[in-house]
């Protein structure tokens, strides 16, 4: 069973940068595929990003191409989440997840979700 916890969240302006971290205890992290979701307040939780078990395959959401960037760091158990050009939209608890289902981009298709970091962007 492998456990993830995300870190990095915090208060950003419009058009500001901010590094999230998935971090992971447990064996064989390095065979999952990992992936990044966001939920707003009364909305539904959504994609935003996922990456291959070796970080070579990297899939995000229309809606942060060109401003997000997955990687991962496999000797280090850990996942990242590259957020620049921020946006008050990309306001929402941003968890972290392993992918069950493979490619896809449904919450139902991971599980060990985390905890979840707050990021929030003012205008």
């Known amino acids: 069973q492998v456990q993830l916890v995300e870190s990095g969240g915090g208060l950003v302006q419009a058009g500001g940068s901010l590094r999230l971290s998935c971090s992971a205890s447990g064996r064989f992290f390095s065979n999952y595929a990992i992936g990044w979701f966001r939920q707003a307040p009364g909305k539904e939780r959504e994609f935003v990003a996922a990456?291959?078990?070796?970080?070579?395959?990297?899939y995000r959401s229309e809606s942060v191409k060109g401003r997000f960037t997955i990687s991962r760091d496999n000797a280090k158990n850990t996942v990242y989440l590259q957020m620049n050009r921020l946006k008050p939209e990309d306001t929402a608890v941003y968890y972290c997840?392993?992918?069950?289902?493979?490619?896809?981009?449904?919450?139902?298709?991971?599980?060990?979700w985390g905890q979840g970091t707050q990021v929030t962007v003012s205008s």
């Open positions: 990456i291959g078990y070796s970080g070579r395959s990297t």
């Open positions: 997840a392993r992918q069950r289902v493979g490619a896809s981009q449904a919450p139902a298709g991971y599980d060990s």
